[in-house]
């Protein structure tokens, strides 16, 4: 029997955003934004019950119905705030108005492994609500404020909801990976 090596993830980073156009394809090139500090990813999987002979009698699969990322980031810049929610920048302000139309998004980052490897995460179809602000006065020894945004996923057109790919797995190809997470980028040439 072969030996395994126990695995635990202890890192965070390479938050990659793409915008997503009608037929959930990327356009443009995916966007790097640094000082990704935490990803939490819950995901709601819907099930039920059905009773017969006075037991239970099957466990009802009804698929993932809901996805969210919350993403902290030392400090969010406005260039990134364009793509993750769509803003209008003018003359160095961030425009926020009443009739926003946040684009469709599609996202990648990954967890570092105690061996060295990595456990990459890509979130293929989402929007990003922009997010308040939470700040305090500076004490004698300061301490990071950073931002945080929540995003809500859903299904892509061909139903994709998520992909999670570990480096460990021999049968992994990054460039794979991320051509299946942003749909529409070319594979460079090997």
Sequence with gaps: MAETTNTV??????????????SDRVTGQPMRIPGLTSAQL?????????????????ILDGGISGLALTIGNA????????????IEL?????????????????????????????????????KFMPGGVDLNTRAETPTGQPDSVVGNFEPRNDGITHIIARADSPDFDLAKFRQKVFRGITIPEA
Excluded: C
């Design 42 to 58: 819950a995901l709601t999987f819907n099930t039920g019950t059905f009773q017969a002979d006075d037991a239970l009698w099957a």
């Design 75 to 86: 400090d969010i810049k406005s260039e990134h705030k364009a793509v993750l929610h769509g």
């Design 90 to 126: 003018e003359d160095g302000m961030e425009v926020y108005t009443a009739d926003m139309n946040i684009p469709y998004t599609a996202h990648i980052f990954r967890s570092r492994l105690n061996t060295g490897q990595f456990v990459w995460f890509g979130l293929v179809k989402g």
């Design 9 to 22: 993830k202890i890192g965070l980073d390479n938050w990659e955003v793409a915008k997503l156009d009608e």
